[in-house]
């Protein structure tokens, strides 16, 4: 049997419905029908008594009617035919009677056809009273009705748009007023009630706000990407209202209309020149209302929320969630985004790709398909500024970056005297920029030659010049390396001297031979 509970259930989840059909073992097709047809029918939630049967019969009661021989009746066509003028269930029947006899199949009485309409017309049409669970729901929106304050400064009036949260199980409700709607209002205003429940519940049902869903999509919104985050870091899931369905949040949208009674109507000549004030008065009526009797029944929305109810909530994590930006930039050929003016560098394999970039108090973070690559403290001050991690750049780039006076006198002092001496010869005697370069390339040597034959030569160079060049020491090298060849090769005479250098030209060249003695 298909386990059209289960399939359901895992869609109320935002799972995907590749995974389900994985998870449930039946065809992609097959829960697709299923969540269509769920979708249509407006069945947004599941409650105890809805088993894999009673779905069956709601979704597709065309199967049991094949099952047992008559021909199927589309009652949810039945239902829109019934609200055109002068259809009646008579006629309907008739019509489909003559189908049933045109396909061969056995029709329904017409007493039995008005039976199963009226079965399904008050079965699922109507508003079915749904029993929530305790810590299932939280229900979020803004009121209708603003309230306002008076600029100190200026003297005019503000608006103040109330933002309510509702738990669906017990009623208890949160206010809290912020003088604009935009994301960062709308998060804040979800941490603080948040904070007033000390919990959070598994499923958050809020509007299709352009702060919290990007594309109100029908079948699968796409949430606004803070508002994600906001999600993962708590633990809930969000379910968006279906546009123009209030029913889908029926007790936030009841208390939106008892708010505006009993707090906003209440609150609308009051005098205030902050809106922490006005927050204090909202509060404060806020809770006088929770602690407020039922009028039917036994209790109120506190005492209900405190003895069947407040356990039940996910506990809130450690730390408080820092509220964060979310933004696009592209890598640039240095591999740094800009971010308000600021750079920031990046791993340099994502030169020229799209990044998402975080960005909260004092951190900036960078997010290529949902991986963290880079993260950087915001950049304050002068404009133009940049952050460059070393692990960010090319081998090469990260060389030249490393390469500082300091790093070389460090690197000579570990090779020997000799070298020491040519490196601070450089340093002293020529423009930084040049010695670094001359210095660079003089480094690039210990790649050909060991330890001891760069110290050796430096030393020659050193004793002979009074100008030492990198071009000389070159040289110097490369003949010593010719002599080390020739006298492993057995060519030259042991015999000949440390000091025969061969391109020094001594008394003999200058014809001082013919006075020795």
Not at 219 to 234: G, T, W
């Amino acid at each position: 049997m298909i386990q059209y509970r289960r399939i359901l259930e895992l869609h109320l989840k935002q799972t995907s419905q590749r995974t389900i059909s994985s998870s449930v073992g039946h065809s992609r097709q097959t829960v697709s029908d299923v969540i269509q047809k769920a979708e249509k029918l407006g069945l947004i939630e599941l409650t105890d008594d809805m088993n894999n049967q009673w779905l069956e019969e709601f979704l597709f009661p065309e199967k049991l009617a094949v099952a047992k021989g008559y021909f199927p009746v589309d009652w949810e066509e039945v239902h829109k035919e019934l609200q055109k003028k002068n259809i009646t269930l008579k006629l309907l029947h008739n019509e489909y009677s003559q189908l049933a006899r045109d396909s061969n199949k056995i029709p329904y009485a017409y007493r039995t056809f008005c039976r199963h309409y009226g079965k399904y017309a008050k079965k699922y049409k109507l508003t079915m009273p749904i029993r929530r669970k305790p810590g299932e729901i939280m229900e979020v929106d803004w009121a209708g009705n603003t309230l306002n304050i008076k600029d100190p400064s200026t003297g005019e009036n503000l608006t103040v748009y109330v933002f309510v949260a509702t738990l669906s199980y017990s009623q208890i409700f949160y206010a809290e007023g912020f003088l604009n709607m935009k994301s960062p209002s709308w998060l804040t205003a979800h941490i603080n009630a948040f904070e007033y429940f000390d919990g959070v519940t598994e499923v958050l049902v809020p509007d299709n706000l352009k702060t919290g869903v990007s594309k109100p999509k029908r079948a699968e919104p796409v949430l606004n990407e803070s508002y994600r985050q906001l999600a993962n870091y708590y633990g809930f899931t969000i379910v968006p209202a279906r546009v123009r369905k209030p029913k889908d949040k029926p007790s936030v949208e009841g208390n939106v209309g008892y708010i505006s009674r009993q707090i906003i109507a209440a609150l609308r000549n009051y005098q205030c020149f902050s809106l922490a004030k006005l927050n204090e008065k909202i509060l404060a009526e806020v809770n006088k209302l929770n602690n407020e009797e039922f009028q039917k029944r036994e209790g109120s929305r506190r005492k209900v929320f405190e003895e069947e109810e407040k356990e039940k909530l996910i506990p809130l994590p450690y730390p408080r969630y820092q509220l964060a930006e979310w933004r696009t930039a592209k890598v640039q050929l240095n591999y740094h985004i800009q971010v308000n003016r600021m750079y920031y560098s990046v791993p340099y394999e994502y030169v020229q790709s799209q990044v998402d970039v975080r960005i909260s108090k004092d951190l900036i973070e960078v997010y290529f398909k949902d991986m963290r690559i880079a993260s950087h403290k915001i950049l304050l001050g002068e404009i133009g500024r940049y952050s460059t991690n070393p692990d960010h750049m090319p081998d090469n780039h990260r060389k030249y970056l490393e390469h500082t006076p300091d790093q070389i006198k460090k690197w000579a002092n570990a090779k020997g005297d000799s070298v020491n001496d040519f490196v601070d010869y450089m340093l002293n005697n020529h423009a930084e920029k040049k010695a670094l370069d001359i210095l660079l390339s003089f480094k690039n040597l210990e790649r050909y030659y060991s330890d001891d034959f760069i110290e050796k030569a430096c030393q020659t160079l050193m004793t002979i010049s009074h100008a030492p060049s990198l071009a000389v020491l070159k040289t110097i090298l490369k003949r010593m390396k010719e002599k080390e060849k020739s006298r492993m090769d057995g060519s030259i005479n042991e015999t000949t001297t440390d000091r025969d250098y061969g391109f020094v030209r001594g008394a003999k060249y200058f014809g001082g031979a013919k006075n020795e003695k």
